[in-house]
């Protein structure tokens, strides 16, 4: 009988798999709020594992961790912007975001989109997913920069 984990892992790849196929918007935002949720069940039960093996090698036990849990996925609409011949520049206004890990901001940039996920702030999840870019930007020059109030990340765009 396969693991809980397992089957957690195939379920990823059925929904990234789906991701790849899709091309609504509303059904992309629906399997990217369920992989997060997956991802973060994923994490959850691998630690679980991880801890209940320490016990196990450890003649003390180890101190409990509680599972980092997320509610539930808040849609960002409310931005900024700025750009010039070079940079496009996204500004999000999400307070404590500075507190978070950096892995729990993650940010995915294609040729004509990108994804933001922030997981785990304040007990939510933000995401925001712009498709369909006007231009073309480049990938390997576009980053994040996480400050005190706002997220921002910078697409570099291609000059045509």
């Not at 091309?23 to 991802?39: G, H, P």
């Not at 090698?57 to 409990?64: G, I, L, M």
């Not at 849990?69 to 404590?96: C, E, H, P, R």
Request: hydrophobic share 35%; charged share 25%.
């Amino acid at each position: 009988m396969a693991s809980a984990v397992e089957e957690l892992q195939k379920d990823l790849e059925e929904v990234k798999a789906l991701l790849e196929k899709t091309t609504r918007k509303r059904v992309r935002d629906a399997l990217t709020s369920e992989k997060s949720k997956i991802e973060t069940e994923i994490k959850n039960k691998m630690q679980q594992k991880s801890q209940r093996k320490a016990e196990l090698d450890n003649e003390k036990p180890a101190a409990v961790v509680a599972p980092i849990t997320t509610g539930y996925t808040v849609k960002i609409s409310n931005y900024g912007w700025d750009q010039s011949d070079k940079f496009v520049k996204i500004y999000i206004t999400l307070t404590g975001v500075h507190q978070v890990p950096t892995e729990n901001v993650q940010v995915h940039f294609t040729e004509r989109s990108f994804d933001l996920l922030v997981k785990n702030l304040n007990g939510k999840s933000y995401s925001m997913i712009v498709n369909n870019l006007l231009k073309p930007i480049s990938v390997e020059g576009s980053s994040k920069k996480v400050s005190l109030l706002f997220y921002c990340h910078y697409c570099g765009t291609s000059l045509n």
